[in-house]
């Protein structure tokens, strides 16, 4: 996921923000926001917008039945709008997505994989988690009682591997720990050894000082002369358990040389706190994120016109006009509305015959769309819980094309397991998806193997799935640079006179199904606050 | 928890550990050992002893069918053992409980409370984590199908509260991720500076200062200049989301004074790696962790004899003969065997009439018990996740008598929750335990309406245990001083003629369930051996 690195200064005020809310609907759309300048972390994200009157009598189109369109169609259509979404696909969801065993897909140019993972194992090739900050999607899945699982997202018990550095830790696979607790032990010691020395200006006051060597102790696991020699929580050599010596105390491990650490390079995986968007508690539906899906679907399925590709979007001054095509008919047909929410990605909408206005146009020109990979590896057992005791969680490598390996957090203990083998990005997405499904299957073993042994054999099945190769995404997320977030973000969140946009890429939360939600409750207001005016 | 603080030195070799294994049975035994030095976290702790031979014609009487007891039972009667259990509570498991509708509780010298949580809700209030590294408890949810889940032990949106701190921040409600990011944000900072500017001598070569830089300004999100001014990471004022600024790019959130958070002591909760026992992956039964207890009394059941409350032990050159009393029906009887394995607390063993040893009884002197209480508070909304977004995971309190605040890890977005409202060990505990169940909870409810304005209003019903006060326990775990671990923890782990101990105080992983079953299998290796030769 793109982080939100790109965030500005944001200069909306208090009194702005209010008095946008106020416009939107009724009381409870201002408490929300309320809530949001009052009590931290609540947003006025977190729940549909709270919209007045009736939609009776205004027809509206939605352009895809992805999440964003899904989100729209529930919302209006209890508004009373007359509601039709048209969907290229044989099913909704959009990228929200599971492969299981029959699951089809030909990526352009490639050969038709078919999964073929046992009954009960998946893989979520689309989006796969859902943070706890990301109130609008577990709004959905509290809505439809979707029940859900947590995500392992962090493992210090996981492990690690670096291949293209220096020093003796390159090439050797370390527990996640070790790494964590010997840096910010060493750092640690350096600074508590300086501060009470007078060495280190810490700008706090004689007896803070104190305190603050205190917290350095306690973070770093400091002995009494503030050295770090390491600490039960980097694991033992062998674990302590029962008898007197036999394991006993165990044997503790022994912590790597500073110089080393700091060459390995392995902390890049270190951060004070995760990012926002990667933190506890996270989730996945049980069973697969399709859950979510599904749950849409149960509720608008019956508005959803399946298998129908646009061809043709056309504007007058009294509604929006479509021409599209049954792909599994070969019929051709035109519908109309009053206004139509478009939820096409921009990197699909754009190759198709539209009469944007030009600046539209350019706007959408504008937005790039990131590669993105993913593949599923089916293992006959789960060596590395079994073996190694890692439940969940990611392993890293910076070996080419792979990223990370991510386990599996659901059926612990079971038998079988779907590992997601590589989760890969930008050019490196590229280049891995140029390969067939088998050559990315024996790249995505042969880095496995190197940091698990057992790996290759007890590799059954793979399936993978390139997001930029697949004909109604053409991409994973959209990706805003800064610049065409000032100029062409803004224009795309205004309509094209009956045409508005929604989907992850209009919003601040690209590449997460909460993005998708979100635009989609903007642009739902905006619409009903045109209609009732 | 006891932590593992006192463990000393460990002066166990590699020869003398594989001459250990090797003479305890089979070839998989010393596998295990050999994976034991060869692979990090792997031990010979990880699968019971694998013993050659048989049990046939030997008769083993085991005292208490808690989890170590039943360990030994479902071994040993594999190995052909006659075993018999007695069981002075009507039900197996020991401490490794589950309240729920119905659950009774009859403390020492107190009133009886009956458990009146809805149908599907509960409390462990014994037991009621397994960490991803107590492999010998995995061992068991694996062989007995025991279906896991997540416990999520660290939940950084989590809020902590101290008032018996200084500054500002005392008495605040803060959530745990602003004070991990702040607190590394700004050492990071100070090390950065120091280090780039030369004020602050690393010990590391010019270009691994750069490196460490390089990581510094990772780990605490600095800015270009190196300086610490908050990260997304921490929270936001308002969370990012749809819109160009409604919310669009979200209102980041402001640090907190570096003198501020030093002084307020909140970074108590920050430490590189969690310790060994409190890392990921944590995990619960579903349902309960009496999950565990029914899994062994399905295969052990029919060995023990419940209700049985053991009066007297006597021992001669041929066997142990013990009494007991049926408290059901008054009736007494007296049991023999050639064997036993005592897995008794200890508190409750040295009350009881036993011809040990006078060693053996001053050992038993030397091993203090742990007061613990817990209290489990249903609320009628799960208020945390739905108003705070706070799914699991602990919220910290310096509140006498609290420590810890925990939300329930199941029912994700469920109507109802059981959520623990206090975890206590040591003096503190004692204290509260000195009150009625009703006193209890209205401190607990006091404590937590300062965190949660919520808590009193979603109040239903309550369930407390202070373990010290339940008559076969007396205590919640042992406690060994450094010293009796030297001098008395030896001993016990020898027989004392024919009786062997066994149990979470004849570990190094006192407290824990899987310090139950690992004491269970040293000790069977032991009585096996001697059997055998």
Known sequence: MPAMTELPGAGVTRRHFLEKAALLGGSAMVMTALNAWGAGIASMTSAPPALRGSGAGHKLLILGAGVAGMTAAYEMSKLGYQVTILEARAFGGGRCQTARKGFKLTELGGE???CKFDEGQYLNHGPWRIPFCHRSTLH????????????VNEND????????VKGPLAGKRVRQFEVRADMRGYTSELVAKAATSGKLDTGLAKDDVELFVEYLRGEGYLENDLSYRGTEGRGYKVNPGAGIDDPGPGVPSTPYAFPDLVQSKLWRMVQSVGTFDQQHTMFQPVGGMDRIAKGFEKHVGHLIKYNAEVERIRQSDGGVTVDYLDTKTGKRSTISADYCLCTIPVSVLRTIDADFSDTYKQAMALLSYDPVCKIGLQMKRRFWEED???????VYTDAPGINLISLPSS???SAKGVLLGYYMFGADATDMSGNTPAERTAIALDVGQRIFPQYKENFETSFSASWHLIQYNLGGWGNWSAEARKVAYPVLNKPDRRIYLAGEHISYIGGWQAGAIESAWHQIAQIHQRVAA
Chains 1, 2 share one sequence.
Do not use: C, M, N
């Open 411 to 413: 059926g612990w203990q």
């Open 157 to 164: 018990a996981s492990y690690a591997r670096f291949d293209t």
């Open 140 to 151: 959905y899945t509290k809505t439809f009682g979707i029940p859900l699982e947590v995500l």
């Open 112 to 114: 038709e994989q078919e």
């Open 388 to 394: 190694d005791a890692i439940y969940g969680g990611h």
